[in-house]
């Protein structure tokens, strides 16, 4: 059956799930290295792309190709390539896509370990680089140079939330010959969807919302035409960054939920972020589903919901947020976000301490940032546990 007409719920069921031996409702997992080859010719005819079929699971594997199809198939993109991190996955587009002497444009409020890769690493294989606020687009217009192959941005931004209007920036890129890449890791497949606004390719870390239990690691390319495909799927296997079958399965099994998942985040983080924006103890706060939020028309033209993360600062900053974190006790002090159980951390000393001062400034990280990632759980009790931290 299509799934092209069904709604994001019913894909998250049925995406990426084929028909396999004995009719089991799930894919199984087939964890093995290698298959076996009916003879020689058809295993030259497997290396030569005459014939589809499995070879070595770095080239691909049925369990990770049921996850992708479903990946892909919950983007509207065209297929996607599953890779052992959401790092292994920017690390792989990056290369795939700019070589010595190219220039990329990345948002300045992008994951930590993103930036510490392009302006670390990348820089001495001569790829150059500027992190803007991507935000507003003069300031990406005006970073556009003759060699810009790339603008990569991650919106709504970690963990400031700056929210980047996708459209405008993808045509941006494609007036100048670049491609744009989105970290869609914050929203997920459900409450953004970056290929209808005109994204090239979309990243994520599956580590969070795609997976969302805490028990995995993996990452995802998707893209939208072969030729994309092929060159990623190419540099994928030189590079090596492949997810193994057993994570796939259960990322594939996670997906299931997202959508229930995604609706559940939204509504507790509104209640959590109104709950803070009345609390006397509280600065600010910043949730794309507040009317405060400083790119709220943004969010309302390109988010299907306003997501799961909130951040805020308390009045009397770091030491009062510092309080704040040692005191909760169902909220659990962790990095990573996206999963089932609520998580609070500080970003200048955790998520983003390797930036350096400097830079965080820049990006609107202040040393009281306080960044939420809200669970499943009950909401009032949710808000017991941050009303008692913060007394
Ligand atoms: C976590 C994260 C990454 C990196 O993913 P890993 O799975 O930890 O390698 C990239 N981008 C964003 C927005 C993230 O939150």
Known sequence: ?????????????????????????????????????????????????????????????????????????LEGGYKSLGCASGMAAIHTTLATFLVSGEHVIVSESVYGPTATLIKNVLSRYGIESDFVETANLDKVKNAVKPN?????????????????????????????????????????????????????????????????????????????????????????????GTIDPFNAFLVHRGLKTLALRMKKHCENAQKIAEFLEAHPKVEWVRYPGLKSFPYYETAQKQHYGPGGMISFELKGGLEAGAKMMNSVKLCQLAVSLGGVETLIQHPATMTHASMGKEAREAAGITDGLVRLSVGIENVDELIEDLNQAME
């Not at 893209?223 to 296997?237: I, P, V």
Request: glycine share 8%; net charge negative.
């Open 1 to 73: 059956m299509s799934h092209q007409k069904l709604s994001i719920e019913s894909k998250c069921i049925h995406a990426g799930i084929g028909e396999y031996e004995y009719g089991p409702v799930v894919p199984p997992i087939y964890q093995t290295s290698t298959f076996k080859f009916q003879s020689v010719e058809h295993g030259a005819k497997l290396f030569k792309g005459e014939e589809n079929g499995y070879i070595y699971t770095r080239m691909g594997n049925p369990t990770i190709e049921a996850m992708e199809n479903a990946v892909a198939e």
């Open 148 to 240: 810009t192959k790339m603008i990569f941005i991650e919106t709504p931004g970690n963990p400031t939330l700056e929210t980047t209007d996708i459209q405008t920036v993808a045509e941006i890129a494609h007036e100048n010959g670049a491609r744009l890449v989105v970290d869609n890791t914050f929203m997920s497949p459900v409450l953004q969807r970056p290929f209808e606004l005109g994204a090239d390719v979309v990243v994520h870390s599956m580590t969070k919302f795609l997976n969302g239990h805490a028990d995995v690691v993996a990452g995802i390319i998707v893209t939208k035409d072969e030729e994309t495909y092929a060159s990623l799927r190419k540099m994928l296997n030189q590079l090596g």
